[in-house]
C-alpha cells in the first residue's frame, strides 16, 4: 500500500514539474514572439501586410463558422481578431536598441541580465557581433567589450537557486545574472547566442615521427 503511494506520488510530481515547465516554455515562447511582431511595425510594408492578413483571418472566422459550423466562439474570436487589426497603430519608427545595434554592428541583442562586478550589479542588454560582444546599460553606456576571437566558453548554469551565464575569455571571465520565472531560458538563449558566434578552436594535431633512414 505504502509502495503504490508512493509512486502515485512521483508520478503525480513528475507530470506536475512537466506541465510547469511546458507552461514556462510556452510563456516564454509568447514573450519571445511579442517583440517580433513589434518589430514588424518598424517595416511599413509588413506592418501593413500584418494588418491585413490579421483582418482577412479575423473576417473568415466570422463568416465561416456561421455559415458551415454554427460555432459562435470562433465567430467571436474571428471579430476581436479583426477588430484588434483595424486598431492597431501605424508604423513606428526604429527604437534605440536598434540603431545602437546598427551602429556597433551587432547581429543580435538579447537579455544579459544583470552584470556582477565587484561590488555593484547593472542590468544590461548584450549586443552580439561577429567581432565584438558588448554589455551595454540602459542608457547605452558599454560596461563590457570582449573580442568574440578570444571567447573561449560560454556557459548557463544554475547556482543557488538563479541561473547564470559565465563567460570566460583570455584570462577573464564575466558573470550574467538572470532571476524570475524565466530566468532558465533567458540564460539559455544568451548561451547558445554567444556560442553561435564564437569561432571553433582547431584541433592540434599530434606530431609524427620522422621515418628513420
Known amino acids: 500500500m505504502s509502495t503504490a503511494t508512493t509512486t502515485e506520488t512521483a508520478l503525480t510530481d513528475g507530470l506536475g514539474a512537466k506541465l510547469r515547465k511546458t507552461v514556462i516554455g510556452a510563456g516564454f515562447a509568447v514573450v519571445l514572439l511579442v517583440p517580433k511582431v513589434l518589430s514588424l511595425r518598424r517595416d511599413e510594408r509588413s506592418w501593413v501586410i500584418f494588418r491585413m492578413v490579421l483582418g482577412v483571418f479575423g473576417a473568415a472566422l466570422v463568416i465561416l463558422p456561421i455559415g458551415f459550423f454554427g460555432s459562435y466562439f470562433l465567430a467571436v474570436a474571428g471579430l476581436v481578431a479583426f477588430v484588434v487589426a483595424i486598431l492597431l497603430p501605424p508604423p513606428k519608427a526604429t527604437s534605440g536598441t536598434?540603431?545602437?545595434?546598427?551602429?556597433?554592428?551587432?547581429?543580435?541583442?538579447?537579455?544579459?541580465?544583470?552584470?556582477?562586478?565587484?561590488?555593484?550589479?547593472?542590468?544590461?542588454?548584450?549586443?552580439?557581433?561577429?567581432?565584438?560582444?558588448?554589455?551595454?546599460?540602459?542608457?547605452?553606456?558599454?560596461?563590457?567589450?570582449?573580442?568574440?576571437?578570444?571567447?573561449?566558453?560560454?556557459?548557463?548554469?544554475?547556482?543557488?537557486?538563479?541561473?547564470?551565464?559565465?563567460?570566460?575569455?583570455?584570462?577573464?571571465?564575466?558573470?550574467?545574472?538572470?532571476?524570475g520565472v524565466f530566468a532558465e531560458n533567458l540564460a539559455c538563449t544568451a548561451e547558445s547566442t554567444v556560442q553561435s558566434v564564437m569561432h571553433p578552436s582547431v584541433p592540434v594535431l599530434p606530431r609524427r615521427r620522422a621515418a628513420s633512414a
Do not use: C
Open 98 to 179: 536598434d540603431d545602437k545595434a546598427r551602429e556597433l554592428g551587432a547581429l543580435v541583442v538579447v537579455d544579459g541580465g544583470t552584470f556582477q562586478s565587484g561590488s555593484f550589479a547593472v542590468p544590461v542588454q548584450l549586443f552580439v557581433g561577429s567581432q565584438n560582444l558588448w554589455a551595454l546599460e540602459a542608457d547605452f553606456h558599454p560596461l563590457l567589450v570582449i573580442p568574440v576571437a578570444e571567447l573561449i566558453s560560454a556557459h548557463a548554469e544554475e547556482m543557488d537557486g538563479r541561473w547564470i551565464l559565465r563567460l570566460r575569455w583570455a584570462d577573464r571571465s564575466a558573470i550574467f545574472s538572470y532571476s
